[in-house]
């Protein structure tokens, strides 16, 4: 099964920007994958904010976007606020019969 | 509004068997898949599989293959998922979530598994 990576940890401070990046084992990311990012918050249930690499939901805040960039998936946030802080897990599709795999995910620390 | 709305917390003995219901509502459940997935305490994602409600087909994570299977009953807009021949680490919450955008969670099903 393919290994799905990122950055186990990041800070950014309140206004800042930070990418966060997702990487596979098979080699580059693509579109092919259709890489979402989830949000979530301690307690909470996991909230999507991006899917096919680059797509938003309705109640996903302008400041997040996402992209490919250098063969790896990657969550920019630009502007972050306090409530941002969060754990965020990338996840990637593998073959045609599109079974998926989490990324480790990413402590997002404002400060 | 898209909802989707789990069964309770379950409490397992090592061996046994658990099944986890997820209810759909405000949308034509036949029309997108429904993936499982699990997170144990402090830990991460781990995706279990998905069933496409229209058809009964599934596909599994490898790690499951053996143990889990997912059903679905449509007259009820209910997906299920059973894990069988329960450990000690199975202990986590259990989501389902709705394809093609994950726009939709269940809000979690706590499984503990506990001698």
């Known amino acids: 099964q393919a290994v799905v990576t990122q950055e186990p940890s990041l800070t950014v401070s309140p206004g800042g920007t930070v990418t966060l990046t997702c990487g596979s084992s098979?080699?580059?990311?693509?579109?092919?994958?259709?890489p979402y990012w989830f949000q979530q918050k301690p307690g909470q249930a996991p909230r999507t904010l991006i899917y096919?690499?680059?797509n938003k939901h309705s109640w996903t805040p302008a400041r997040f976007s996402g992209s490919l960039l250098g063969g790896k998936a990657a969550l920019t946030l630009a502007g972050a606020q306090p409530e941002d802080e969060a754990d965020y897990y990338c996840?990637?599709?593998?073959?045609?019969?599109?079974?998926?795999?989490f990324g480790g995910g990413t402590k997002l620390t404002v400060l | 509004q898209v909802q989707l709305v789990q069964s309770g917390t379950e409490v397992k003995k090592p061996g046994a068997s658990v099944k986890v219901s997820c209810k759909a509502s405000?949308?034509?459940?036949?029309?997108?898949?429904m993936h499982w997935v699990r997170q144990a305490p402090g830990q991460g994602l781990e995706w279990m599989g998905w069933i496409n409600p229209n058809s009964g087909d599934t596909n599994y994570a490898q790690k499951f293959q053996g143990r889990v299977t997912m059903t679905r009953d449509t007259s009820i807009s209910t997906a299920y998922m059973e894990l069988s021949t329960l450990r000690s680490d199975d202990t986590a919450v259990y989501y389902c979530?709705?394809?093609?955008?994950?726009?939709?969670w269940g809000q979690g099903t706590l499984v503990t598994v506990s001698s």
């Open positions: 096919d690499t680059s």
């Open positions: 098979t080699g580059a990311v693509t579109s092919g994958h259709y």
């Open positions: 979530a709705r394809d093609r955008g994950w726009s939709s």
């Open positions: 996840f990637l599709s593998y073959s045609g019969a599109r079974p998926w795999v």
């Open positions: 405000g949308y034509t459940f036949t029309g997108y898949y």
